[in-house]
């Protein structure tokens, strides 16, 4: 018995031609799921990058109790309960947090693992001098992994030097070697299609549009303040890296073609999350709610043992989490040698779509904790505007690329045990989070009417079933108290009426939603625009002075240092806005007026 697991990062189900999409060139896709099961209710549960990691490993939600990290101490880790059942585990990745503080751990539990350096700004190449940078439309251009990232392009101007094809070029290898061997499992991950998206000229090509603007392929998290074009012109660099991404997994599909590999090797494809490319108004991740664009994932299961699953669709509700043990069960490995995992094998769906759950829970640090039962979508937003309280619980006190600071270790307890950390208590100390899910409210979505997610309802009745399958699978996950204090959920007994949020918070909601006015609906000047980058302003004392009367503060030097390179309407598309529409309209008439234009 053999597996084989080909993970993407940022992968977009709605991109894939299984799945509806019909202007993307992914064929090897289309052909994956001619040879696999489809399964179109596949949801994400902890998130981003490496607590989705975290859930792969453990087969159990983390989002609950700690932010992005490494694993703990106390963690359960499939490929090393494999490793230690004779199952040689390997891990080929491009992915760069294996290698930083928050990651660290997780690569060693493979038997054997090899990386491929330069995706995303990995501090790799060595270059003094500043890199040829073209003109961006990256809001963020003062972060010092937008510069490395152009360091590091410089090493890959070729498709062979990519860091995806060594990747798969690593894979491959590892899946010739061993291929009359037994007992083995590949993980062959890459970053990609995840921002930057960054591939070469042959996929371009394959999505011919007229465009003429500064250089887009790597948008902020933020809300949209770009044009129509410049929106398309992204997704179309998205497009050119799936397409990428679909080349390679051809390849492994060719493989298993070549070896007949489909007789004994279990095959998985499946992703994290997705990635807004303007849906909502929104890009990327995180700073808005968990839209299904983002957690409604693509998933591929082949497994040698159900040939009939084979180009079929199942509709069972499953998750991240079920697939650690998926892989335990295919090797006949007992679920008691990971007692704490909260995820089910997936043979029964394969079989006949034997449904493993009723509803789904999915989320990320301090955020909405959102529960679906594939037709309903609740987000849970926190009860008040302090999004508190809100606890770390870790022995393992690292953030995605540093260490906890003495300051936030100041005030450390040590927090009783979990039943999933096997007798040993924590460390507690206060949590944060990228963003306040009070600026968004609480939002119920049926599916079934509106799949879009465009319509919020408020229907009570809905709202208590949901919040009643929300807190049940808190209690099952053994959320800490702080989370049912923040979220305002009873610890013990019934959910009731007087728990409901989306009534109440309804007017906050209908304000977040609201997209950002694109850039041509405000006034513009000779000079000056709402695009024009804020340090440009300042240098000109007319115009510094229209900031400083209408956005207090901005132009103070602390500021400046972080939003300099920002445009106006950049800084108004924060998720966290220092700059309202209003705001922006009336030093857009001001800036305007200097050049003698009337708004």
Known sequence: MKAIMVMFDSLNRRMLPPYGADWTHTPNFARLAERTATFDNAYAGSMPCMPARRELHTGRHNFLHRSWGPLEPFDDSVPEILGRHGVHTHLASDHPHYWEDGGATYHTRYTTWENFRGQEGDPWKGQVADPKIPADLKETRWRPVYRQDWVNRQHMATEDRHPQTLTFDAGAEFIRTNAAADRWFVQIETFDPHEPFFSHQRYKDLYPHAYDGPHFDWPDYKRVAETDDEVAHARYEYAALLSMCDRSLGRVLDLMDDLELWDDTLLIVNTDHGFLLGEHGWWAKGVMPWYNELVHLPLFVWDPRQPDAAGQRRASLVQTIDLAPTLLEYFGIPATACPDMQGRPLDGVLADDTPVREAGLFGMFGGHVNVTDGRYVYMRACADDTNAPLYEHTLMPTHMRGRFTPEELAGLQLAEPFPFTKGVRTIRVPGRSMINPAAFGTLLFDLAADPGQQA??????????????????????????????????????????AHLLVRAQRESAQAALRPLPPPDDFPAGVRYSVRTPIHVLTADPAAAEILRRHIPGLTDSENLQFTSTFSLIGLAALPAARLSVRQLRAVAAELAALDGVTP
């Open 456 to 497: 919020p309802l408020v229907d009570d009745a809905a709202e208590l079933r949901m919040a009643g399958l929300l807190t049940d699978l808190l209690r099952a996950t053994d959320a800490p108290d702080d989370q049912y204090q923040r979220l305002g959920l009873p610890r013990h007994g019934p959910v009731t009426h």
